[in-house]
């Protein structure tokens, strides 16, 4: 009773913020509304069954054999591997694992849909596009889209700056739940004034369309291969970047060795390949524009 009404208060609380409800119909469109993207309510808290809760909380913790530990940070094996014994081998283990993979169906749209969230009082828009992207699971063509994304990142930046005299951030990645198959799409987010927005979006579908038809000039390429080098210098210095990278090398039965060649892949991206790489993963016929304006006077 205490967890329901605090979940209640906490959606109650979120219903209010335009960022939360942007959120979450951003997450309705991309998923064409699949359950696991579906925003807690009050009726969804209501029906929650604590018997049905416990149960499964047991089951999935009753055998430690579909458990995987991962140890990253400064320490010496010799001296972790008491600690692993007492804590880790010492746990409850059905020996043999009985946890199996399931794809849950997850889609992206198969067309163009455009969705439009009137929500807040502050003059200040978002923009999500998004550009279905389902790239196999392979160290290559992640490095590739990796990098047209850092090339579009960079050049978006360029051209709010000096076309539009916008000054507000812009991100874009690769979204993909691996190994779940289908749903991955390339996001290109901004904030803009919402007398802008428009224009910024249309702005971003061209250079798009441009870099489909011409290959991108060796100057934003070396540019985005330089900020790809940088944040991989950067991140295996982290223990957060370790760990990430270890938990997909399992889950994907991919070789871990292959973290240590990033920078190779990285010096082998050329324009002609970005190029074949913008070609065929930011399809025209199959994207969305998900955008947060402010409520009309009155509302």
Known sequence: ALIKRQLEAAVVNRLSSPGAVFGDKLGEVLTMGHYTSRPLTVERINALDRAAMVSFYRERFASAADFRFFMVGAFKVDEALPMITRYVASLPSAKTPASRFKDVGITFPPAVVRVRVEKGKEPKSQAVISYFAAPPIEDTDHTR???????????????????????????????????????????????????????????????????????????????????????????????????????SAKLLERDPLLILSRLQRIDAVTPAALHETFKKYFPADRHTIVTLVPEKPGL
């Open 145 to 247: 889209v990796e990098a047209v994304t850092q090339l579009l990142q960079i050049a978006r930046r360029d051209i709010l700056r000096e076309e539009l005299g916008e000054t507000y951030s812009v991100s874009v990645g690769l979204s993909q739940l691996t190994p779940q198959r289908g749903g991955g799409h390339i996001d290109i987010s901004f904030s803009a004034s919402p007398d802008n927005v428009d224009k910024m979006i249309a702005r971003v579908q061209q250079e798009v369309a441009r870099l489909q038809t011409t290959a991108p000039t060796e100057d934003l390429t070396t540019r985005a291969k330089e900020t790809a080098r940088r944040a991989y210098e950067t991140s295996v210095k982290q223990n957060g970047f370790w760990l990430g990278r270890l938990q």
